[in-house]
Nanobody, 123 residues
Framework: QMQLVESGGGLVQAGGSLRLSCAAS????????MAWFRQTPGKEREFVAA????????YYAASVKDRFTISRDNAKNTVYLQMNSLKPEDTAVYYC????????????????WGQGTQVTVSS
């Protein structure tokens, strides 16, 4: 089974940047869509960005479009999320996910999840 480990979270001021990484082991990384979701206490898990294993197409939530960039390095079994112009509304635990799908914005369509990394943006 695939294991996912996120890193790179932390505290940042509004307008700042962070780069999250998700390292995968086990499974076939290059044949899986990868995605980032985020969640705050008492809220549903929210889609942030996804990248397909077919042609590496990328997809973003409207709230992060033009601020966040998802990318993947299949040789290193790693997916990244570059977050720029961060806002307090971006504060959440960020989760990496993998699935044997083209791509999806729905959490229930992904098979594997990391344990999350905290991102806190001060106002």
């Amino acid at each position: 089974q695939m294991q996912l480990v996120e890193s790179g979270g932390g505290l940042v001021q509004a307008g700042g940047s962070l780069r999250l990484s998700c390292a995968a082991s086990g499974g076939t990384f290059s044949r899986r869509a990868m995605a980032w979701f985020r969640q705050t206490p008492g809220k549903e898990r929210e889609f942030v960005a996804a990248i397909s294993w077919i042609a590496g197409s990328t997809y973003y939530a409207a709230s992060v479009k033009d601020r966040f960039t998802i990318s993947r390095d299949n040789a290193k079994n790693t997916v990244y999320l570059q977050m720029n112009s961060l806002k307090p509304e971006d504060t959440a635990v960020y989760y990496c996910a993998a699935g044997r799908i083209y791509y999806s914005t729905r959490a229930d369509e992904y098979d594997y999840w990391g344990q999350g990394t905290q991102v806190t943006v001060s106002s």
